[in-house]
């Protein structure tokens, strides 16, 4: 039963699939409305998450040929790995963390100012496992740790959602959704920086191409030329060997084009995924938050932003994986814990940074507010580290920015009131 709960709240596309049904059902609408309705939800999903793994495994194969071209090793951070680590030891801790913590992120929004529900479950059941990993180490157990953890955990949901709400207003022009996702101090940290270097610089969606060069209005198409001259030149650095065994036996030169323009295909999908959720998500939340939670908003995964300026998307992800490469020979040169540029991490968080920085600053926010958020989430792991046990001597850990900041303040407090 444990197992069934956990499966329901770790499937995003099942989660906001119900919260959408209950929404609609809240609404007296037809079986038909509540059919299509729900069904959309779960299909929006879907079409998002499919987008996101051929994104993924393009960015993967990138991710390898690139340690082989530059000779790099280190600890890479990948949210899904370490958990996928942790969960078998602290599964059913984590199980419980995430049931109450949602609960409680309910209760919070329901009795505070902040009026968000977080809906993006595949991030809640990342930070419930932090929590339970931090926590258990400190030597809690029992029922107090599951309360401090679930009450840490709803206070998370509802807060980094409130403090991203302002520039996503900018963003979305409404203020009728929030944004769900655990790298939302790096993308805040985007939009301040936009705000300071930014100053009557032009949106990346301004862009003016030549006449011939036209073609590059079409976000998809940049999106496949860009990437395709960075695979190739990760594909030549790796050599035709490896990458002949990485792709089965095909030309390094044709793998890095075809590996680009799937990629760039990815991201066309998860756009048209967020479109779809938008459509439905939206108009059925408000049948909980009219009769459960007045004015709250549901607040959604990172690539709902990306419709809204997809030359940002790019340009965010570039400048975030720059300064991941930076801050990586930082580390080098200060002889501490190497933490290679996750190449997912970095377009996601990245990408999300490049829209926040974009609203703010215009262009020279896209590219300076990603960077520093780059910076952010390659320093911020070796501070993580030390406070998560034997999990933190693991090849990865947890990649974005609020894993890394919530993660620090709770291991280091854990330790002050437990000693």
Same mark, same amino acid.
């Given at each position: 039963?444990?197992k069934?709960?956990?499966?329901?709240?770790?499937?995003?596309?099942?989660l906001?699939?119900?919260?959408?049904?209950?929404?609609l059902?809240m609404?007296?609408?037809s079986t038909s409305?509540?059919?299509?309705?729900? $069904?959309?939800? !779960?299909l929006?999903?879907?079409? +998002?998450?499919?987008g996101?793994? @051929?994104?993924? %495994? &393009? /960015?993967?194969?990138?991710?390898?040929?690139?340690?082989q071209?530059?000779?790099?090793?280190g600890?890479?951070?990948?949210n899904?790995?370490?958990?996928?680590?942790a969960?078998?030891?602290?599964?059913?801790?984590?199980?419980?963390?995430?049931?109450?913590?949602?609960?409680?992120?309910?209760?919070?929004?329901?009795?505070?100012?902040?009026?968000?529900?977080?809906?993006?479950?595949?991030h809640?059941?990342?930070?419930?496992?932090? $929590?339970?990993? !931090?926590?258990?180490?400190?030597g +809690?157990?029992g029922?107090v740790? @599951?309360?401090i %953890? &679930? /009450?840490?955990?709803?206070?998370?949901?509802?807060?980094?959602p409130?403090?991203a709400q302002p520039?996503?207003?900018?963003i979305?022009?409404?203020?009728?959704?929030?944004?769900?996702?655990?790298?939302?101090?790096?993308?805040?940290?985007?939009?301040?920086?936009?705000?300071?270097?930014?100053?009557?610089?032009?949106?990346t969606?301004?862009?003016?191409?030549?006449?011939?060069?036209?073609?590059?209005?079409?976000?998809?198409?940049?999106?496949?030329?860009?990437?395709g001259i960075?695979y190739?030149?990760?594909?030549v650095?790796?050599?035709?060997a490896?990458?002949s065994?990485l792709s089965?036996?095909?030309?390094?030169?044709i793998f890095a084009?075809?590996?680009?323009?799937t990629f760039a295909g990815?991201?066309?999908?998860?756009?048209q995924g967020?479109?779809l959720?938008?459509?439905?998500?939206?108009p059925?939340?408000?049948?909980?938050?009219?009769?459960?939670v007045?004015?709250a908003?549901p607040?959604?995964?990172?690539?709902?932003?990306?419709?809204?300026a997809?030359?940002?998307?790019l340009?965010?992800?570039?400048?975030?994986?720059?300064?991941?490469?930076?801050?990586?020979?930082?580390?080098?040169?200060?002889?501490?814990?190497?933490i290679?540029?996750g190449?997912?991490?970095?377009?996601?968080?990245?990408?999300t940074?490049?829209?926040?920085?974009n609203a703010?600053?215009?262009?020279?926010?896209?590219?300076?507010?990603?960077?520093?958020?780059?910076l952010?989430i390659?320093?911020?792991?070796?501070l993580?580290?030390?406070?998560?046990?034997?999990?933190g001597f693991a090849n990865?850990?947890?990649?974005?920015?609020d894993?890394?900041?919530?993660?620090?303040?709770?291991?280091?407090?854990?330790k002050?009131?437990?000693?």
């Open positions: 039963m444990l069934l709960i956990l499966d329901i709240l770790s499937v995003p596309a099942i906001v699939g119900l919260i959408a049904l209950l929404g059902v609404q007296k609408k409305d509540i059919l299509k309705g729900t $069904i959309k939800t !779960i929006g999903f879907l079409v +998002l998450g499919g996101a793994g @051929i994104a993924v %495994g &393009a /960015l993967e194969n990138f991710g390898l040929m690139f340690q071209a530059f000779n790099v090793q600890v890479v951070p990948h899904e790995a370490v958990v996928a680590l969960l078998e030891t602290y599964g059913t801790t984590t199980a419980y963390i995430m049931a109450f913590g949602m609960l409680a992120n309910i209760l919070i929004a329901k009795f505070t100012r902040l009026k968000y529900i977080f809906l993006t479950g595949h809640t059941l990342y930070m419930a496992c932090l $929590i339970a990993v !931090i926590l258990m180490v400190s +809690l157990e029922f740790l @599951i309360l %953890g &679930a /009450l840490v955990l709803g206070l998370t949901m509802a807060f980094f409130a403090i520039t996503m207003r900018r979305t022009g409404t203020d009728d959704v929030a944004f769900g996702h655990f790298g939302t101090a790096g993308y805040v940290l985007s939009a301040w920086v936009g705000k300071l270097v930014g100053k009557g610089s032009r949106s969606e301004e862009m003016n191409f030549p006449k011939g060069l036209g073609f590059l209005r079409d976000s998809t198409v940049a999106v496949a030329i860009v990437m960075f190739i030149i990760v594909a650095g790796s050599g035709a490896f990458v065994d089965g036996g095909q030309n390094h030169i084009i075809i590996q680009a323009i990815g991201v066309y999908v998860i756009l967020v479109r959720i938008l459509a439905e998500i939206v059925a939340f408000k049948g909980i938050s009219e009769r459960l007045p004015d908003k607040a959604l995964d990172c690539p709902v932003v990306f419709p809204y997809p030359n940002a998307v340009i965010g992800f570039l400048s975030s994986f720059v300064a991941g490469i930076v801050g990586m020979f930082i580390l080098i040169s200060l002889d501490a814990t190497v290679l540029p190449v997912v991490p970095h377009f996601f968080c990245g990408a940074a490049g829209v926040f920085g703010t600053g215009g262009r020279r926010g896209a590219v300076i507010g990603a960077f520093a958020q780059g952010l390659t320093f911020l792991p070796v993580l580290m030390p406070v998560l046990g034997d999990l990865t850990t947890f990649s974005d920015a894993f890394g900041i919530v993660g620090i303040l709770l291991g280091n407090l854990a002050l009131f437990m000693n």
